[in-house]
């Protein structure tokens, strides 16, 4: 695919949305006949990092704010005490809540990049895809176009040989036929058993 083409065809589908191709079941189907070329499989594999990188994600915020929320219920449980350990507990619990914070902060901005991330690489897998498809796709027209070429060519010469064999057939009948009458059916009979035994 050419430089062009490539821009030709991402401007065609810069606002299609286009699920992660790994995703469908049959994606996957057309390379069934046979293994997956490696840029493909290069491209796949970076679709698929990032899925998992924004799933592990997503669990992890989802863990941290559990997290806060369970220290955030300590530090309401304990506002009332006074003693020292409840104290340093507490502000243990602030320091934890603001790490907590800060490290929501950040997945949430990498959760922000992600998707993008995630269409570009799906993007150039599915302009690779269709690059692999189209020429498999002009293969096999060219490799059909050579057998019909070929079952044309044994159709004309299975009717030539049709002919010539009811053209055998006929003559070995009309063969026989004049030997009958010629020589007789016992002599006949004598060269058929003859032959029969050869």
Same mark, same amino acid.
């Given at each position: ?13 810069? =606002?299609?949305?286009?699920?992660? #191709? @790994?995703? /469908?079941? $049959? ?7 046979? !293994?997956?070329? *490696? ?68 997945? =949430?901005?990498?959760?922000?990049? #992600? @998707?993008? /991330?995630? $269409? ?7 302009? !690779?895809?269709? *690059? ?67």
């Amino acid at each position: 695919m050419t430089g062009e083409e490539r821009d030709r065809y991402l401007a065609y589908i810069k =606002e299609k949305k286009i699920a992660p #191709l @790994p995703l /469908e079941h $049959k994606w996957h189907k057309l390379f069934s006949m046979g !293994e997956k070329p *490696a840029n493909i499989a290069e491209l796949e594999v970076a679709v698929n990092d990032c899925i998992k990188r924004e799933g592990s994600l997503r669990t992890d915020i989802k863990d941290l704010k559990k997290l806060k929320k369970k220290l955030m219920d300590g530090i309401m449980n304990n506002i009332h005490e006074t003693s020292n350990a409840s104290s340093k507990k507490m502000r243990e619990s602030e320091r934890l809540i603001r790490e907590i914070n800060e490290k929501i902060e950040d997945y =949430e901005n990498q959760l922000l990049d #992600l @998707p993008q /991330e995630r $269409k570009k690489a799906n993007t150039a897998l599915l302009l !690779e895809t269709m *690059a692999y498809c189209y020429r498999e796709m002009h293969d096999n027209a060219e490799e059909i176009e050579r057998i019909s070429q070929w079952i044309a060519q044994m159709r004309v010469e299975l009717k030539k040989n049709v002919l010539r064999k009811q053209d055998k057939e006929i003559r070995n009948k009309m063969m026989y036929s004049y030997m009958h009458d010629i020589f007789g059916p016992d002599v006949i009979e004598i060269f058929d058993l003859e032959e029969e035994q050869k």
